[in-house]
């Protein structure tokens, strides 16, 4: 329930970052995709990754904030569609018309379909991780689109992230907002943190917060989780394998006192 709830939050975090960076004008386009007709004088946002867990938080966040935008959840399994967008017009009791979605096999490989998507939307919220030993492709299709206005990840690499920030000068010339790293650990954290605290009321004082993750599904970065949560901690992480408790000890305290903090310039 606690991931759940994380999730959903984290959700209507960078939905809200999507509606802040996305500018109030749309500009001209001319609309060749079906059903555009109906939508002409909406934003079209656009979710990577829809049918996850944040993805289809970010949409009912966002259909929930406005009514001026239609919301296209993309995901590579049709087996998903109808789920996440019950799910979510479930959760938003937003009116159908205003929800869609499509099918792309691959998110990390340019293709004419997929910058033609990108080329439909203001913006493009990309949530399908991990990005770990990826390029900013999606990034890359935002700045050729001509109607694409506002760019939001979920990424935290640091080649990822250098790699991003080489196309600085090519977002700005093409008049794009691009905000990459809005993700869960340590941003929504800490914001989850902070409203625990204030739930307490002013007579209690939190002198100490620990949090303990529970991952699952998560599009393949449960590991990831457990490694970078755990990293040096020496403390055997658990894990249920089959059904079975048993402890990670692949990843348990391995690198104790080996971390690398990226500080090159600090010799002592």
């Not at 004008?25 to 059903?35: I, W």
């Not at 910058?115 to 770990?132: K, M, N, R, W």
């Not at 739930?199 to 989780?225: K, M």
Request: charged share 20%.
């Amino acid at each position: 329930y606690f991931l759940y709830t994380m999730m959903k939050r984290l959700g209507a975090w960078i939905a809200g970052i999507a509606a802040c960076t996305l500018p109030q004008q749309s500009n001209s386009f001319s609309l060749s995709m079906s059903m555009e007709s109906i939508h002409q004088n909406k934003k079209r946002i656009v979710i990577l990754g829809g049918a996850g867990r944040i993805g289809t938080a970010v949409a009912t966040h966002l259909l929930r904030q406005t009514n001026d935008c239609h919301v296209v959840l993309v995901g590579r399994r049709s087996s998903q569609a109808t789920a996440a967008v019950q799910e979510v017009l479930e959760d938003s009791k937003a009116d159908p018309s205003r929800l869609s979605y499509s099918l792309l096999d691959d998110i990390w490989k340019e293709s004419p379909d997929f910058q033609e998507l990108v080329d439909s939307t203001d913006c493009l919220i990309h949530t399908a991780g991990p990005y770990l030993d990826e390029r900013p492709i999606p990034l890359q299709l935002a700045i050729k689109s001509k109607r694409c206005q506002a760019y939001v990840d979920l990424s935290d690499p640091l080649p990822f992230l250098e790699e991003s920030l080489l196309f600085d000068d090519d977002a700005k010339a093409s008049n794009l907002t691009a905000l990459m790293a809005a993700g869960a650990f340590p941003g929504m954290s800490n914001v989850l943190a902070k409203e625990a605290s204030a739930a307490l009321g002013d007579d209690e004082r939190v002198e100490d917060i620990r949090f303990n993750y529970f991952t699952a599904g998560l599009g393949g970065s449960g590991v990831v989780n457990l490694y970078i949560t755990n990293l040096g901690f020496g403390e055997p992480m658990v894990q249920y394998n089959g059904g079975r408790l048993r402890k990670f000890m692949e990843l348990s305290g391995v690198l104790l006192g080996q971390i690398d903090f990226f500080l090159p310039h600090l010799t002592n």
